[in-house]
Every structure is written in structure tokens, then in C-alpha cells.
């Protein structure tokens, strides 16, 4: 059964009167429980593949059908939908919400997914001791070290288990011994929770995790 | 459920200050001049209200209580004639000079009738009495003269049009739209101070109805009796001549003005705070996006933040103008601020809060998903 399917992808962007065709018919399937590595060099489009993986960008052509949904960017609310249901993202930055404690950014996630008052908590709770984070629960992002960040941030993504978890670049920000940390993390959860894995990036170390390494050259992806 | 709105206003503490103080200053600035407003207009009509009278009989197409023409006071007894008046006096009041003991003259709104007693002006009397009034030159002053006249206590003797008045009584809080202090003495003693004027003239007749009379058939029977006068009830006098002074004269106008303008600092302090914010917070928004929440979502944090900053920029507005009352007081000046005021202010402090948040609204709906993923 794949999680992630995706066929013949094209997009372009227009800048004024030029058009740069970043995507040229890539495809892409992923089954459950498999971590997939996506390199390239930079400006290859890894990040505009993921955006569009995860129903936050629209192709210009091709279909994407993510946990048996079809993406169909035309219906942004029907794509919001499937991002809630079936999507989890990491991103480089973290991206937690400087003003929420570890513990509420992750509840915070629960309840745009619909679980609300000591549910949220107690499975707020939950997910960041899975991380290893329940000793910091009530801190800030800005009192938490990069690592400790990412573990909070893949906690948020695991809320109401996603089908299909896209990080871009998750260790980029992190340094070597703690990045090697955060991706056995991540792949153990990912195969022991039969979630699919696409992890965009340049870090070799990745490698050592991924079931699968694809590349992406010219808009397209080749294994 | 976490209150990331709220959360995220509270962080950035100096900005929350910077927001809510913008739209207190708008709240303060647009309660005083919109009390000052009401103020004026009340000093403008205050006799009208206190006289306690029903139907006010003016001269033909009087525009307003001070500019009065004066008609002959034998009408009185027409009026009188009419079935379901308890009461009816003829009532001056006519622009008088007092002589000031640097030679200078000093303008007064002479209020004169023939018994003050039956009716409910002046209501406030500090020192002295009214009683007695006819039987001599006898004259009381409002307190709020002094300002103008120089100090002055019950007893002293000030010149009236060129006559030795005894002042025998000191009202309280009677003063005209212009501010010009109000006096009080006897009808006839008026009449005979300007001959030219007013010699068997008056300038209002002042009516009260029997507890059982139909005002507006005793109104049209008045008005068929007085045919070259005009009869209006006590609440339709005193629109008349507060709309006179704002449509005739610059305040209806600056008034609005400044309210405008305030309400214009604080849309823009506001919408310009929470635009920023949200240009900051960009890519929290995107990320919120990105982990399952709609722009619905986003807008209504946006919202609540708005409303939040509303509410309490309202409060800390509110506050500094009931405390420049007493200031305005000393000034000579009246700042009303009435309940309706009040509300009206806070619904809009609400509203131009959220329109404000509209501008945000539209930067959230062409959010770039991809934003999040940058670095
Ligand atoms: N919104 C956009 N408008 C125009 N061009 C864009 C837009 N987003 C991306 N591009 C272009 O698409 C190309 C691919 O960008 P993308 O961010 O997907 O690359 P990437 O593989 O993620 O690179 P990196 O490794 O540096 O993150 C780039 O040339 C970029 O300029
Ligand atoms: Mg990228």
C-alpha cells in the first residue's frame, strides 16, 4: 500500500515573463513504513516537490494522491483536510511558536486536529516523553537547543498520527552527534508506527536511516 | 484549547504597550472633544431644561434660545385664555452690559420674569435669594461671572446699562452656549432698563400644561390663537437651538473633526501594530497552515487579538478622561460623557480594531505556503 503517490509532477513558476520549469514530471511512491531520503543539489526543487506533497503548493500538472486522497489544489478546504488528516511536516527551522511552552506547541497541533482539553494534554504529554523531551515540558522554544527543538517539533508532527511525515532538511540547523540522535529517532518512530518518511536533504548521515535514497535532477526524480 | 492569539499578543510585551496605548490615546482624544461637545451644547439649552416648562411660545422664526425678537407681552393674555394651561409667564431674555470697575463693560444674558419662584430657574443658588426681586434694583449673578465681572459677593453693587443694581443673589452653573454668564432680575425692572427694546415687549412666553391637558391640541390651539408667534415643546426648542449652533457656527464640524481624527490614530496605530505583527509572525501563521488549521483559524486569532487590544485600549482610554474632568471644570468647560457616548466609542474602538485586522487578513489569505519552509 503506498502512502505517497505521486505521478508525472510538474510545476512552473512564472517571474514576470519568464517561466522556469522546476518540476518536469517527477514521480514519486512511497509505501508505509518506509523512510525515503530525497537529495539534489540546491535550487533542484526538493523543497517545491515537498510544499507540494504536502498540498501546501499546487502542481501544474500530475496527481498526487496522499493515504488514498487525492490532492486537488482547487479545493484549498479539501486540501487542508488532507493535510490535517494525513500530513505531519518538520521543518529546518523548527518552526515552533516562541510564545507556547514544548508542551502547548504540540497541543496547540492536537487541537487544530480536533482533540481538545485533558486528551490534548495527556497526549501532548505523551509524545514528547516518546522524544525524550518530558523533563521540558513547560519550557520555551527560546530555552530549548536546537536538538531539543526538533525532538518537540517531530513530536508535533506526530500528532494524530500522520499517514505521511515530509521534513525539509531537519538536520541542517542541528549539529553532527545530535543530528545523528534526531534521525534515529525519527526512523524508529516511522517504522514502529508504519509511517511513511520523506526526508529532504543534503546530510549524508541520512543515508544511514533511509530505506531508499532518491535523487532529483533536472525535475525529475531517479532512484 | 491554547490560546496561541492570545499567547502571542502577551509575549511581545513593549508591542502590546505600543497597541493599546495607540488606541487609548484615539479613546481619550475622541471622549473628551465628543464630551466637550455634548458640554457645550448642554450649557446651550440647560434654561430650556431647567425652566420646566412644556410649550415655549417664540417670536415667528426664532433660529435659537439667545437670538431672540421681541413681541408684545399682552399676548400673555391670550395665551392664558387657552383651555388646559396651568400656567403661562412672559419670560426676557435680552443681552445687557455690566459695568466693570476698570470702566470696561462686560456682556450678560439678562433672564427676566415675574416670579422666578413658580419656575425652576435658577436651580442652584449659592449665596442670597431671589425673593424680593421686584421690589427694588435688584439683580443676582451666576457665579461664572466672576471670571469675567471680577469677584463679587451678595451685597455689592454693580451697574447695569448705566443702572445701580444691588446684587442680591449668586446662581450657580447658569451660563450660555458662548459661555456668557446668565443674571436674573424682575420683568418689569427689564423692561424699563431698555425702553427702546423691550417697553410692553417680551421675548418667550413660558407655558405649562394642566396635568390632564393633550399638549399637542393645547399646541395647536396656541398656535391658532398666536398666529404671528411659534409654539414648541421644551425638547423641540432646545433641538432647535442646538442645531443652530451646529450647523451655524464651527463646532458640529470640529467636533467631528477631531473625532475623525482620533478615530483615524487609532485605526491607523492599531492596523499599523497588527499589520507588522503579522508580517512578523508570517510565518507562524504559515506554519499553522502547514500543521492543519485554515485561514479561518488564523483570522480569528487575528480577530481576538484586535478585539483584545480594542477592550483594552478602551479601559486605559476611558480612564484619563473621567480624571481631566475636574480639569475641564476649571477651565469653565463641561465634559459630558454619558453612557451613550460610552457605548458608542466602545463598539467603535471594537469595529475599527477589527477593520484594522482586515488589512492583516488579506496578507494571511496570499500567504506563500512555502514560506514556511524557508529559512
Ligand atoms: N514561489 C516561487 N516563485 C518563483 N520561483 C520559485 C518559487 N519557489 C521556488 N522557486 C524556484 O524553484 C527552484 C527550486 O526551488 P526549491 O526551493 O524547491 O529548491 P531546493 O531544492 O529546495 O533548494 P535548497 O536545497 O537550496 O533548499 C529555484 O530555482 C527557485 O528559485
Ligand atoms: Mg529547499
Given at each position: 500500500m503506498f502512502t505517497v503517490v505521486a505521478e508525472d509532477v510538474t510545476k512552473t513558476f512564472r517571474e514576470g515573463r519568464e517561466t522556469v520549469?522546476?518540476?518536469?514530471g517527477a514521480s514519486l511512491h512511497v509505501e508505509a513504513g518506509e523512510v525515503v531520503a530525497l537529495e539534489g543539489p540546491s535550487g533542484s526543487g526538493k523543497t517545491t516537490f515537498l510544499s507540494i506533497l504536502g498540498c501546501l503548493l499546487s502542481a501544474t500538472s500530475g496527481h498526487v494522491v496522499i493515504a488514498g486522497e487525492k490532492v486537488d489544489q482547487a479545493r484549498p478546504s479539501a486540501c487542508q483536510a488532507v493535510r490535517r488528516r494525513h500530513i505531519g511536516f518538520v521543518f529546518q527551522q523548527f518552526?515552533?511558536?516562541?510564545?507556547?511552552t514544548a508542551a502547548e506547541n504540540v497541543e496547540y497541533a492536537l487541537n487544530l486536529k480536533g482533540v481538545d482539553g485533558t486528551a490534548a494534554k495527556a497526549q501532548a504529554r505523551e509524545l514528547l516523553e516518546r522524544v525524550g523531551m518530558a523533563d521540558r515540558m513547560r519550557f520555551l522554544p527560546r530555552d530549548l537547543s536546537g536538538g531539543q527543538k526538533q525532538r518537540v517539533a517531530i513530536a508535533r508532527a506526530l500528532v494524530a498520527s500522520p499517514s505521511v511525515i515530509l521534513a525539509d532538511?531537519?538536520?541542517?540547523?542541528?549539529d553532527a552527534s545530535v543530528a545523528t540522535q534526531v534521525l534515529e529517532l525519527f526512523g524508529e518512530l516511522a517504522r514502529r508506527e508504519q509511517r511513511s518518511l520523506l526526508i529532504v536533504t543534503h546530510?549524508?548521515?541520512?543515508r544511514h536511516v533511509a530505506d531508499r535514497v532518491v535523487g532529483i535532477a533536472d525535475g525529475r526524480i531517479a532512484a | 484549547m491554547v490560546d496561541l492569539g492570545l499567547k502571542t499578543l502577551l509575549f511581545d510585551k513593549v508591542r502590546f504597550l505600543i497597541t493599546v496605548s495607540g488606541v487609548a490615546f484615539a479613546v481619550t482624544l475622541v471622549l473628551v472633544q465628543g464630551g466637550l461637545f455634548v458640554g457645550l451644547l448642554d450649557n446651550s439649552t440647560i434654561t430650556i431644561e431647567k425652566l420646566g416648562a412644556d410649550l415655549w411660545i417664540t417670536s415667528k422664526?426664532?433660529?435659537?434660545?439667545?437670538?431672540v425678537h421681541q413681541f408684545p407681552d399682552s399676548n400673555l393674555y391670550r395665551a392664558r385664555?387657552?383651555?388646559?394651561?396651568?400656567r403661562a409667564d412672559n419670560l426676557i431674555l435680552s443681552f445687557m452690559q455690566v459695568a466693570l470697575p476698570t470702566g470696561a463693560e462686560e456682556t450678560t444674558i439678562v433672564y427676566a420674569m415675574q416670579?422666578?419662584?413658580?419656575?425652576?430657574?435658577?436651580?442652584?443658588?449659592?449665596?442670597?435669594?431671589?425673593?424680593?426681586?421686584?421690589?427694588?434694583?435688584f439683580v443676582a449673578f451666576d457665579e461664572s461671572a466672576s471670571k469675567r465681572f471680577g469677584p463679587f459677593e451678595v451685597g455689592d453693587y454693580r451697574e447695569v446699562n448705566g443702572h445701580r443694581f444691588r446684587v442680591v443673589g449668586k446662581t450657580r452653573g447658569a451660563k450660555s452656549f458662548t459661555t456668557t454668564p446668565l443674571a436674573f432680575m424682575d420683568f418689569h425692572r427689564a423692561q424699563e432698563l431698555q425702553p427702546d427694546l423691550l417697553s410692553g415687549k417680551t421675548s418667550y412666553i413660558v407655558v405649562k400644561l394642566a396635568p390632564d391637558a393633550d399638549p399637542a391640541a393645547v399646541k395647536a390651539e396656541l398656535e391658532r390663537r398666536l398666529p404671528y408667534n411659534d409654539v414648541y415643546t421644551a425638547k423641540a426648542w432646545a433641538e432647535r437651538s442646538r442645531d443652530y449652533w451646529v450647523a451655524n457656527t464651527g463646532i458640529g464640524f470640529n467636533a467631528f473633526l477631531t473625532v475623525f481624527l482620533g478615530c483615524l490614530v487609532g485605526v491607523v496605530v492599531v492596523a499599523q501594530t497588527l499589520y507588522t505583527s503579522t508580517m512578523e509572525h508570517l510565518k507562524e501563521f504559515g506554519t499553522v497552515k502547514a500543521i492543519g488549521g485554515s485561514n479561518l483559524d488564523i483570522y480569528r486569532m487575528l480577530g481576538q487579538q484586535a478585539s483584545i487590544a480594542a477592550v483594552v485600549g478602551f479601559a486605559l482610554g476611558y480612564v484619563p478622561a473621567e480624571l481631566l474632568k475636574p480639569v475641564i471644570a476649571g477651565a469653565g468647560l463641561k465634559l459630558i460623557i454619558r453612557p451613550e457616548l460610552t457605548a458608542v466609542v466602545f463598539v467603535g474602538t471594537v469595529v475599527l480594531c477589527l477593520l484594522s485586522a482586515i488589512v492583516s487578513f488579506r496578507k494571511v489569505k496570499n500567504i506563500d505556503p512555502a514560506l514556511v519552509f524557508r529559512t
Open positions: 520549469a522546476v518540476l518536469k518552526n515552533l511558536f516562541p510564545a507556547l532538511e531537519p538536520t541542517a540547523n542541528l546530510d549524508p548521515r541520512v | 422664526n426664532s433660529p435659537n434660545l439667545d437670538f385664555s387657552v383651555p388646559g394651561i396651568s416670579d422666578f419662584s413658580r419656575w425652576g430657574v435658577p436651580w442652584e443658588l449659592e449665596a442670597g435669594s431671589l425673593d424680593g426681586l421686584e421690589s427694588g434694583s
